[in-house]
Nanobody, 127 residues
Framework: QSRFVESGGGLVQPGGSLTLSCVAS????????IGWFRQVPGKEREGVAC???????TNSDSVWGRFTVSRDSTRNTVYLQMNNLKPDDTAVYYC?????????????????????WGQGTQVTVSS
């Protein structure tokens, strides 16, 4: 059974940085399209960034220039490097897989494309 485990969240001051990890089990992550999403209570899950099979990546406008998604195939892990964090980045962050994505393409416009979500990791940006 395919699944993810997210980690790396925590409390950070505005302007700080965190790196989240998404470890996959049950499948080869480098042959899949993986997306990072975030969610706050009472709101829908919001797309953050994704990395496609073939390693092209896409970021949402809200994190453009601040977040970077990358993949380490040897560790079967996808990372989300988050810099210049803002209070609005506070959320539970999840990773999931888009099993229907074409090679070289990914989008985070629709969380419904993704499944196999992990349990999430909490990121809190506060002074």
């Amino acid at each position: 059974q395919s699944r993810f485990v997210e980690s790396g969240g925590g409390l950070v001051q505005p302007g700080g940085s965190l790196t989240l990890s998404c470890v996959a089990s049950g499948f080869k992550l480098d042959e899949s399209t993986i997306g990072w999403f975030r969610q706050v209570p009472g709101k829908e899950r919001e797309g953050v960034a994704c990395i496609a099979y073939g390693s092209s990546s896409t970021n949402s406008d809200s994190v453009w220039g601040r977040f970077t998604v990358s993949r380490d195939s040897t560790r079967n892990t996808v990372y989300l490097q988050m810099n210049n964090l803002k209070p609005d980045d506070t959320a539970v962050y999840y990773c999931g897989a888009d099993w229907a994505a074409l090679p070289g393409h990914c989008t985070v416009d629709d969380a419904g494309r993704y499944d196999s979500w992990g349990q999430g990791t909490q990121v809190t940006v506060s002074s």
